[in-house]
């Protein structure tokens, strides 16, 4: 009987015996789903929530940046003229890493806007824009926040004027940390300032407010600073007339100078020719013949100046270069090898200089100056050498408002002088400076040119303008 009952029971206990591997995998794979969903969901839900905090956390800063502007304002008017631009201020919070830039800008009277206030009108209130940037594992996030600010009183007096400085830098930024001065000219209704206007702020902006009617003389400066317009330490505009109930806008572009080291390259081929003793060095920014050039006389073979630092650099050139937009009696272009632009008998033409692009601050940057040599032989003992600019021989542009340079004291029969391209009659005398003697109408065969050139000799020539002298030419042949 009991054998009958274990027989009845086996089957049973065989299938309740537990699951198999297939039913195991399955279950496993479904529980996988499940938690992945679940994890997905959380996480989502954890990365939307951080978000809201550092989204609300980047509102606050903006406030708080906003509000204590606002603060500052309705407490002294005159404190809306410290309201600036701020670029890449840092703030942690939480952990987090937050970045506030402030944008500024003012607005006149007319709606009307420009660098620092500009415009026409008069200085009303300014538009302030807030941005806060944070990152996040997939991708930069930030908002933005805007208020206008107004002072608590008018900036501007009726009865007098405003004058307002913008100045930039070689970048086009503003020109930051430059002192202020306003000076009333004498005569001219203008009086003393109560104080001192402040240094230009981050966007290149100072204000001088309640400025008398008159006249006056407004000047910017910085240490190791450069204007310009007129290559000085010190930017100035003499002639400022300041009106009651307007504002009187001043441009200016300063930055800190760069240094050029001048370097003559025609003297690496020929080191025992003299530079003449009263030479200039021309630089020229490329790319404005408006641009003042920046001008040095040196007995040095290696003379360094100062200069604004053009971002699109310089050309080099030795001697007078003056390139008028009118041209006339002022020009003196032919030191321009670029400007030799009539092609020669072989094709040669000239070719523009490279210029020497420069960054605020720069020193020693190098400049080439081509020279044309020439040289003389059969001089006196004793004797000086003055070369005067004549005029143009075929396919020299000319230098109309003329040059002269000497040379020292030449001691031997033969000596090689160094020129700027032109043409030239040369002399020798007993005096710096004397035209006693024509060398070439003396004996052209004693002015040999060392650089490509042409001895100009009348009784070759003719009874011509350009006769009795050389030119020193700076054309090349393709390829050469």
């Known amino acids: 009987m009991i054998e009958w009952i274990a027989r009845r029971l086996r089957p049973k ?108 009108g008069t200085l009303a209130y300014k538009s302030v824009s807030e941005k806060v940037t944070w990152n996040t594992k997939s991708s930069p996030r930030s908002i933005t926040m805007d208020t206008l600010l107004a002072p608590t009183a008018n900036i501007n007096d009726d009865t007098k004027g405003t004058i307002i400085i913008a100045a930039t830098d070689a970048a086009g930024g503003g020109a930051a940390g430059l002192s202020v001065s306003v000076t009333p000219n004498s005569g001219t209704g203008a009086t003393t300032l109560p104080g001192v206007p402040d240094v230009t702020d981050s966007q290149g902006c100072s204000y001088a407010l309640r400025v008398t009617p008159g006249t006056y003389t407004v000047s910017v400066t910085r240490a190791g600073g450069i204007d310009a317009k007129s290559q000085t330490a010190v930017a100035s505009n003499a002639n400022v007339q300041v009106s009651a109930g307007a504002n009187t806008p001043l441009t200016f572009t300063y930055d800190t100078a760069a240094t050029f080291k001048l370097q003559y390259t025609t003297l690496q081929s020929a080191p025992t020719a003299l530079l003449p003793t009263n030479l200039t060095e021309t630089l020229s920014n490329k790319v404005s013949a408006a641009t003042p050039a920046v001008t040095a006389t040196s007995t040095s073979a290696n003379p360094v100046v100062s200069a604004f630092p053009f971002k699109d650099g310089y050309r080099g050139f030795a001697g007078t270069y003056v390139n008028t937009t009118g041209g006339g009696s002022a020009t003196c272009v032919d030191t321009n090898p670029a400007t030799w632009t009539t092609p020669a008998a072989d094709g040669a033409v000239g070719r523009d200089v490279v210029p020497s692009s420069v960054n605020p601050g720069d020193t020693d940057v190098p400049v080439s100056l081509p020279l044309g040599v020439v040289t003389l032989k059969g001089l006196k003992a004793n004797q000086y050498v003055t070369a005067v600019t004549a005029s143009s021989a075929p396919g020299d542009p000319g230098c109309q408002s003329g040059q002269t340079l000497t040379f020292p004291l030449i001691a031997g029969a033969t000596q090689a002088i160094a020129l700027p391209f032109g043409t030239w009659t040369l002399y020798s005398g007993a005096t710096s400076g004397a035209t006693t003697t024509n060398l070439v109408a003396a004996n052209a065969a004693n002015v040999i040119p060392n650089t490509r050139g042409s001895v100009n000799q009348q009784s070759l020539l003719g009874l011509v303008s350009w006769a009795n002298t050389v030119t020193l030419d700076p054309r090349q042949v393709a390829g050469s």
């Open 13 to 120: 206990a065989a299938d309740e015996a537990g699951f198999t591997i297939i039913e195991v995998m399955v279950a496993m794979m479904v529980f996988a789903l499940i938690s992945i969903g679940v994890a997905y969901g959380i996480t989502n839900s954890l990365v939307l929530t951080q978000d809201s905090r550092a989204r609300q956390t980047a509102l606050n800063l903006a406030s708080q940046d906003i509000d204590q502007l606002r603060a500052s304002v309705q407490s002294n008017g005159d404190a809306i003229l410290d309201v600036t631009q701020k670029t890449g201020t840092p703030a942690k919070v939480g952990g987090q890493v937050f970045t506030l830039d402030r944008t500024v800008a003012w607005v006149n009277s007319d709606g009307t806007s420009g660098a620092c206030g500009t415009g026409s």
